[in-house]
């Protein structure tokens, strides 16, 4: 089966690639020729997986699939969340936004956090949405070289080591990501 997951985010493709196997064939945007930015203008990670997955599906007439990830933090009342990627502001930059949730952070002795995924599955003109969520804390500093966004300062709930310390499958089998894209793994195959 071909689907698009709609993400212009290499990483991404590559964990849920990882996760999904040989049975499906993942294609990106720049495979099936949209090199213009997806909307994200939603006010909940479900609105803006939707709308990005619309967009896809719409424009390009393939059946695709789109996440929308947010980090909540307890003690921040749940930010950055819908806004983790754009947290400190524009261009986006992972590095500002990790140094932004540090400085935030930095007075706070609550450091329980949690990773959501949304995903909105576009097939045959349906809509479906899995979700997956990560719990855990912020650390104090970056530790690891591996993963992506906030992975360096996340210490998952039950683990020694944070996100950006695991290899892409450990991370796989306990991220938000990973449970939200089994849930997907577990549809599609349902659905062939």
Known sequence: MKICFATNNAKKIEEVKAALGSEFSIVS???????????????TLYDNAFEKARFV????GVSCFADDTGLEV???EGAPGVYSGRYAGEPRSDERNVDLLLRNMADKNQRKAQFRTVIALIL???????????PGKITHKRSGEGGFGYDPVFLPE???????????AEKNAISHRGQAVQKLIHFLKSYQ
């Open 74 to 76: 307890e003690a921040l």
């Open 124 to 134: 045959d003109q349906e809509e479906h949405s899995f979700e997956g969520i990560a």
């Open 57 to 60: 599906a719409d424009n390009y």
């Open 29 to 43: 945007l720049k495979d099936i020729g949209c090199e213009e930015e997806l909307p994200e203008t939603g006010d």
């Open 158 to 168: 039950g683990y020694e080591k944070t996100f950006a310390e695991l290899t892409m």
